[in-house]
């Protein structure tokens, strides 16, 4: 019952130093072991990637859209035996992957990437050329969008005949092929041309004439991007009417189609499916990444990234040769389901 005395309890308790002490040392104690454990809290937390500001949790993706070059693919331009591994996990938990990416569909690559595995179905569903081409699971062309021919023929006659073009390499995409056309300095082009050829994609055939219709996609073939930034600036007057600069890899600068993404392109897709956004995961590493990063519930950077791709992403991980991508699928997308 309680005290009717509460003057007299306090008298006794403080005339009882060694019930005082013990009492003091058994609360010191107990704080230090609550500081303790909010230190081992605070060290687990900063391990925990956050989201960015106000993005929300997204629910589990069901759909990945994943660039191919400096994310999926490892600097070789190969799968990992990690990637492959978990391309099939993936899979099995009902999860669609979907490469997206500024290659063709066509070339090498096909056969040593996207027929290499099976769950990449070879390449469909896919979006390809960085938008201008998608296609569904059962193969069949969903999108195919082409530069205006008014903007193919000003860039070709200003490479052509313009001493500050002189020295890059220039290639178009057309159909399943990518075509090269000489111009004022052979020798120099030959050795940019062989490079792109290098990464897999479709190896450029010489023509004598570009053709100006149904022209996917052009590329100006820098060498490296202290040039690209030297031509980056010239190009935008001769894209006016329905064309806009991108880049994906370091030196090559990209024409493509005005208003067309990868991001328009993977959201044909989930029309298709009866999918939104939130229920996508989107991961990259170039500018020309950002249109899907920005619409996916769930976004994520490479390590490799630009800086300006890692800022926009809700989340970054390691890089391409270090499987980032793995630990991606592993934290965003399997662990949430």
Aim: aromatic fraction near 6%.
């Amino acid at each position: 019952m309680p005290c009717s005395c509460p003057c007299l309890c306090v008298s006794v308790f403080l005339a009882c130093p060694k019930f005082l002490d013990a009492s003091w040392r058994q609360h010191s104690a107990l704080q230090q072991r609550r500081l303790a454990m909010l230190s081992v809290l605070v060290s687990l937390a900063a391990l925990v990637p956050s989201p960015r500001p106000g993005s929300g949790l997204a629910p589990a993706p069901r759909v990945v859209f994943t660039d191919c070059d400096g994310t999926m693919l490892q600097p070789d331009h190969t799968l990992s035996p990690a990637v492959s591994a978990m391309l099939h996990t993936l899979h099995s938990r009902g999860v669609r992957v979907v490469p997206s990416t500024g290659r063709a569909r066509a070339g090498p690559w096909t056969e040593s990437v996207l027929a290499a595995h099976p769950v990449l179905q070879r390449g469909s569903p896919g979006v390809y050329i960085n938008g201008c081409s998608a296609f569904t699971e059962d193969g069949q062309a969903l999108v195919s969008t082409y530069l205006p021919e008014a903007v193919v023929e000003r860039v070709l006659r200003w490479w052509r005949t313009r001493a500050e073009a002189a020295g890059s390499g220039l290639v178009a995409y057309v159909g399943d092929e990518t075509l090269h056309v000489p111009g004022q300095r052979p020798a120099s082009e030959a050795a940019l041309v062989a490079a792109l050829g290098a990464l897999g994609d479709s190896p450029p055939r010489a023509v004598t004439e570009l053709p100006t219709a149904e022209v996917f996609k052009m590329i100006l073939l820098c060498g490296d991007d202290a040039a690209a930034r030297q031509w980056r600036p010239l190009l935008p007057p001769l894209l006016a009417g329905g064309a806009a600069l991108t880049q994906a890899i370091p030196g090559y600068l990209e024409i493509v189609p005005e208003g067309v993404t990868k991001g328009t392109a993977c959201g044909a897709l989930l029309a298709r499916w009866g999918l939104s956004w939130p229920e996508a995961l989107a991961i990259g590493d170039g500018t020309n990444d950002l249109s899907m990063l920005r619409e996916a519930g769930t976004s994520v950077a490479m390590g490799n990234a630009a800086e300006g791709v890692r800022a926009e992403a809700q989340y970054v991980v390691g890089t391409n040769a270090e499987d980032g991508w793995v630990d991606a699928m592993q934290r965003y997308v399997l662990d949430r389901l």
